[in-house]
């Protein structure tokens, strides 16, 4: 009889990046990255949802695109998903998703006649003819997305900033591991800059979601405390015999294998020779 395996379906390929996190450096291991991976593959089928867009306007209700990415608003805000509730998450989870909904608005409106930030405003006005919108939600559309220049520029150094401390938490797993993050740092000294300038100096009222996360994400700062060089050297020095210090002389597990086994051999042949000394001994006596 033929072993039957699982099928694997695209469902179960989802998974696949968070197993291969614990296979090394990944970038899924960082919050940012980890949600976008399950918007992308959480949010395929949302038909269940169209109706709550039926309010769109008429022209935006007729295109399929623009009507899906409703549907994918309604049910990130009525399903209060428990991704949310993930360490350095939790209180960052609705920006990105605001910034990940209006990125796909952009790309879907790109080479028409359609601006996003109008369609953006039209699902305001859907979700606030929604009653459980009005009652209790875990996240809001906010309206100042669709006025933010360089939006994905931006969206890349909130990501960065929530990332930072997991950086920090996990850099010290492994020297590749250091290094990559290093790498990935550094990449964003020039965004980080670019931002800085173009907040200050009311950096708090201009760029509210940035003050509030990147003040203690400087990757200059960050990249200080990298220290990939050092990972393993104290593992390393207590193999080492210092200075001064004597070398231990235990026997290694190996050298008393041997010795054991040498010994063993003795008393085997001893055992073996007195047995053959009785027995000569008891055969002379008979003979006699």
């Known amino acids: ?10 469902n179960h390929l989802y998974v696949l990046p968070f197993i291969f996190i614990s296979q090394g450096f990944s970038y899924n291991e960082l919050p940012s990255e980890r949600f976008h991976d399950w918007l992308n593959s959480n949010f395929i089928s949302v038909s269940i949802y169209d109706s709550d867009c039926n309010s769109l306007d008429y022209s935006y209700k007729n295109n399929y695109g623009i009507k899906k990415l409703c ?7 009525k399903s209060k998903p428990s991704i949310t509730n993930i360490k350095h998450l939790k209180d960052h989870h609705c920006n990105l998703f605001n ?19 109008l369609v953006f405003g039209n699902f305001l006005l859907v979700l606030s003819g929604l009653e459980y919108y009005q009652k209790e939600n875990t996240c809001e559309l906010d309206n100042k997305v669709a006025t933010i220049p360089d939006i994905t520029d931006r ?5 960065y900033c929530v990332d930072c401390k997991t950086i920090l938490d996990n850099y010290k797993h492994s020297k590749e591991k250091c290094q990559k993050y290093y790498t990935y740092v550094k990449k964003k000294i020039e965004l980080y800059k670019k931002f800085h300038k173009l907040c200050s100096p ?16 400087d990757p200059s700062v960050l990249l200080a405390q990298l220290k990939c060089d050092e990972i393993g050297v104290n593992d390393k020095a207590l ?21 054991g086994n040498a010994f063993l051999g003795v008393v085997v042949t001893s055992m073996t020779s007195g047995f053959l000394y009785k027995v000569n001994t008891n055969l002379i006596k008979i003979n006699q």
């Open 155 to 159: 969206r890349k150094l909130y990501e």
């Open 202 to 217: 009311d950096y708090e009222s201009k760029c509210p979601d940035l003050y509030k996360i990147c003040d203690n994400c």
């Open 1 to 10: 009889m033929k072993k039957k395996f699982p099928i694997c379906t695209l």
């Open 71 to 77: 549907a994918k608003v309604v049910k990130y805000i």
């Open 99 to 117: 910034y990940w909904i209006y990125e796909q608005l952009v790309n879907e409106c790109k080479d028409k006649s359609i601006k996003p930030a």
């Open 239 to 259: 193999h080492e015999v210092a200075p001064g210090t004597t070398r231990n002389t235990s026997p290694s597990i190996e050298s008393v294998s041997n010795l």
